[in-house]
């Protein structure tokens, strides 16, 4: 039977990009990608973190770091005008499109839009042109997107994922376990093959003490 790997993103980050664009390496594995788009931001306030973009050594290396990935794997590069931008009207039309196949090759028009076209999102103008481009009906999206109930739609999937613990983006759940980063692609599909830790180990060590603070 084939498994479901649920893909929690926001466009904002751009290893979420380079997460999406090695997807067909999960469904070749044997796993059904289903696409979970959900703020960053609030995520980052519920666990009282920063985002990579607000500490500015990070975001220096960030930005290095991802041109590097996108060189190694072929992949064009030139990322949006302004980040962090506001990603919550490309995330509202991601709600609107219910179908998992369609939504899933939305996500990946809108994360190539951003990082390898350069696209604005945050703009409605530009959005409207990435949804006409991917072969979506771009007015009646964007208006649907603006209803109350896409909105929760979009708070309700962010609180959930929340309480399943996931805490930044990219992250995958397969089988109720999490593997957050776009490098944890290889060990999904470890995962997938029947890979699998110690369990009773992990919860030893979790339930070992802290013996130094700050």
């Known amino acids: 039977m084939t498994a479901t790997i649920e893909f929690y993103f926001?466009?904002?980050s751009p290893y979420a990009w380079l997460a999406a664009e090695q997807l067909d390496r999960l469904i070749e594995a044997g796993g059904k990608v289903v696409c979970r788009p959900i703020l960053l931001a609030a995520l980052?306030?519920?666990?009282?973190t920063k985002g990579p973009a607000e500490v500015p050594a990070k975001r220096a290396y960030v930005f290095h770091d991802v041109m590097c990935q996108a060189k190694r794997l072929g992949l064009p590069f030139r990322g949006p005008p302004s980040h962090p931008f506001n990603p919550l009207a490309a995330l509202r039309v991601l709600h609107v499109v219910e179908n998992e196949a369609q939504r899933l090759?939305?996500?990946r028009?809108?994360?190539a839009a951003v990082w390898c076209?350069?696209?604005d999102v945050s703009d409605a103008c530009a959005l409207h042109g990435v949804l006409a481009n991917g072969g979506f009906d771009a007015d009646a999206i964007l208006a649907a997107a603006t209803t109350d109930e896409v909105?929760?739609?979009?708070?309700n999937a962010t609180l959930e994922a929340i309480d399943a613990g996931i805490f930044g983006v990219p992250t995958f759940r397969l089988r109720g376990e999490l593997f957050w980063g776009a490098d944890?692609?290889?060990?999904?599909?470890w995962a997938l093959h029947g890979g699998t830790i110690d369990e009773a180990l992990y919860e030893n060590i979790l339930a070992r003490p802290a013996s130094a603070k700050r």
Request: glycine residues 4%; contains cysteine; aromatic residues 0%.
């Open 117 to 119: 076209q350069g696209a």
């Open 109 to 111: 028009c809108l994360l």
């Open 44 to 48: 980052l306030s519920a666990n009282a």
């Open 151 to 155: 909105k929760l739609r979009l708070r």
């Open 184 to 189: 944890r692609v290889d060990t999904v599909v």
């Open 10 to 12: 926001d466009p904002v």
């Open 105 to 107: 090759k939305l996500a």
